[in-house]
């Protein structure tokens, strides 16, 4: 049984930062893929980031180049490391972990695939 845990949301203003920890209870270092999902009140859950074993991090494109996505395997961790935050970026956010398919932008346009979720982390941003 995996168990994932997030944790760093926080309240920012606009152009701060935040880092987002995932730590999981089991080996990620064999996980398919791992990523970053936000949600909204009565919107739909939006994929974000998602890294793999091979292959370049995928972002959506209201987050390239400010979020960056990373792992410690070592520690079962997944990070989210969001720098020039937007009020737009206000949202809570999960992580995810998916066992049977590779990384890909379908993959994280359909949070239905995914395997196993954490409970959330909210973040706000201050205009």
């Known amino acids: 049984v995996q168990n994932l845990v997030e944790s760093g949301g926080g309240s920012v203003q606009s152009g701060g930062s935040l880092t987002l920890s995932c730590t999981a209870s089991?080996?990620?270092?064999?996980?398919?893929?791992l990523g970053w999902f936000r949600q909204v009140v009565d919107q739909e859950r939006e994929g974000v980031a998602a890294?793999?074993?091979?292959?370049?991090?995928k972002y959506i494109d209201s987050v390239k180049g400010r979020f960056t996505i990373s792992q410690d395997n070592a520690k079962n961790t997944l990070y989210l490391q969001m720098n020039n935050l937007k009020p737009e970026d206000t949202a809570t956010y999960f992580c995810?972990?998916?066992?049977?398919?590779?990384?890909?932008?379908?993959?994280?346009?359909?949070?239905?695939?995914?395997?196993?979720w954490g409970q959330g982390t909210q973040v706000t941003v201050s205009s």
């Open positions: 089991a080996d990620i270092a064999s996980s398919r893929c």
């Open positions: 890294i793999g074993r091979v292959g370049s991090p």
């Open positions: 995810a972990q998916e066992d049977e398919w590779s990384c890909s932008f379908l993959l994280l346009e359909n949070p239905s695939r995914w395997d196993h």
